[in-house]
């Protein structure tokens, strides 16, 4: 079965520090990959999509980067952390295809301070 | 561009109550539909979800309906338990890769 592993689940990070949040997808080859992040009390905001290995989809310009070295593996980054960068961070994955629903990691909690 | 609306919360019931949390949508084409559910300090989990208009998903007794005429895709129990306590989120996508998210409707049941 397919699992999806996304770490750290929680960060304290000052300003101005680098970021580097990782997930890792098993039992499955080629899948989309997704960070979203969530606000407090706010809903999920698509950040960075990624459709193969090297291809990153940005959606909202902001002071956060994402890679794909490898398959099944994707990265969220930042040079300098700002404190609106606080929030939750979460990784997902669907399969090739119309039709099939995402699934989700179990989150970061990332508290800029 | 696609979009998802959903009611804002918080909703309080009382346990044994129906539920209704309302969700419609705008896209191009013909988007699947989900509705998600989030516990406290974890990821989202699928509850149902609906590929095609007049198709009725169902789980743990929350059902919803594709109802491509209105562009809804309303979340129903007939009767919700203290368990059911958490934020809902309706999603759909439509063949870009991407899933869009309404901003989520935190549901609290009393005992």
């Known amino acids: 079965s397919q699992t999806i592993h996304q770490w750290p689940a929680t960060l304290v990070q000052p300003v101005g520090s680098p970021l580097s949040l990782e997930c890792t997808v098993e039992?499955?080859?080629?899948?989309?990959l997704y960070w979203y992040r969530q606000a407090a009390g706010r809903g999920l905001q698509l950040l960075f999509y990624s459709v193969g290995i090297g291809q990153i989809s940005s959606e909202v310009p902001q002071n956060l980067s994402a890679s794909r070295p490898q398959d099944r593996q994707f990265i969220l980054s930042s040079k300098k952390l700002l404190l609106s960068d606080s929030g939750f961070y979460l990784c997902?994955?669907?399969?090739?295809?119309?039709?099939?629903?995402?699934?989700f990691g179990q989150g970061t909690r990332l508290t800029v301070v | 561009g696609d979009s998802v609306t959903q009611m804002e919360g918080p909703v309080t019931l009382s346990e044994e109550a129906f539920l209704t949390i309302n969700c419609t949508y705008t896209?191009?084409?013909?988007?699947?539909l989900f509705w998600y559910v989030q516990y406290p300090g974890e990821g989202l989990q699928l509850l149902l979800k609906?590929?095609?208009?007049?198709d009725k998903g169902s789980n743990k007794g929350f059902e919803a309906t594709y109802r491509k005429e209105t562009t809804s895709f309303h979340l129903e129990k007939g009767s919700v338990q203290v368990s059911d306590s958490a934020v809902y989120f309706c999603a759909l996508s439509s063949g870009t890769y991407k899933y869009i998210f309404g901003t989520g409707t935190r549901l609290k049941v009393l005992a």
């Open positions: 896209a191009t084409g013909y988007p699947s």
């Open positions: 609906a590929t095609k208009a007049d």
């Open positions: 997902a994955w669907s399969p090739r295809g119309a039709d099939t629903e995402a699934f």
């Open positions: 039992g499955t080859s080629n899948p989309n």
